[in-house]
């Protein structure tokens, strides 16, 4: 007997986005502390895969609600990035999160994008801008920041 999967098993529930969701904040916070480089790797991974392959498949589906879950769930990873730079956080921390999510965050969000393509939600797009600000802010004053 041969199985197939269903048609829309590449498709993951809203309940399974939001449990991704669930362990990309908090559980993330001591993963910065004590692995920080490794841990910002991760954090853009998952977001380049997220903003790169997840929002534009939505789009293509022609799925707004999916679209949506999917915005919410690049800005809860980015607000743990937020959360962590907000509390008192090392410089070198700061200087990683430009050199780990700057390329990402830039190539996402300073890209070309089609004019028809969704607009991302005004959440992800502030949080996305204040982690740029705050490691262009750190990486100036120590100068060594990515071109």
């Given amino acids: 007997m041969i199985l197939t999967p269903p048609q829309n098993s590449s498709r993951p529930s809203f309940q399974a986005i939001e449990k991704l969701r669930s362990v990309l904040r908090e559980p993330f916070q001591p993963l910065y502390d004590a692995y920080q480089g490794p841990a910002l790797q991760l954090t853009s991974a998952v977001l380049s895969n997220i903003l790169g392959k997840?929002?534009?498949?939505?789009?293509?589906?022609?799925?707004?609600?999916?679209?949506?879950?999917?915005?919410?769930?690049?800005?809860?990873?980015?607000s743990g990035v937020l959360d962590a730079l907000e509390r008192p956080a090392s410089d070198?921390?700061?200087?990683?999160?430009?050199?780990?999510?700057?390329?990402?965050i830039c190539?996402?969000?300073?890209?070309?994008?089609?004019?028809?393509?969704?607009?991302?939600?005004?959440?992800?797009?502030?949080?996305?801008?204040?982690?740029?600000s705050e490691a262009a802010h750190r990486a100036e004053e120590q100068s060594d920041f990515p071109s």
């Avoid at 997840?54 to 769930?73: F, M, Q, V």
């Fill in 92 to 104: 070198h921390f700061k200087v990683d999160v430009g050199r780990f999510l700057y390329p990402t």
């Fill in 107 to 132: 190539g996402f969000f300073f890209r070309e994008r089609s004019r028809s393509a969704p607009r991302s939600s005004v959440e992800l797009c502030v949080t996305a801008f204040s982690i740029l």
């Fill in 54 to 78: 997840k929002l534009s498949d939505a789009y293509i589906r022609g799925d707004p609600r999916l679209y949506a879950e999917w915005d919410k769930t690049a800005y809860v990873l980015l």
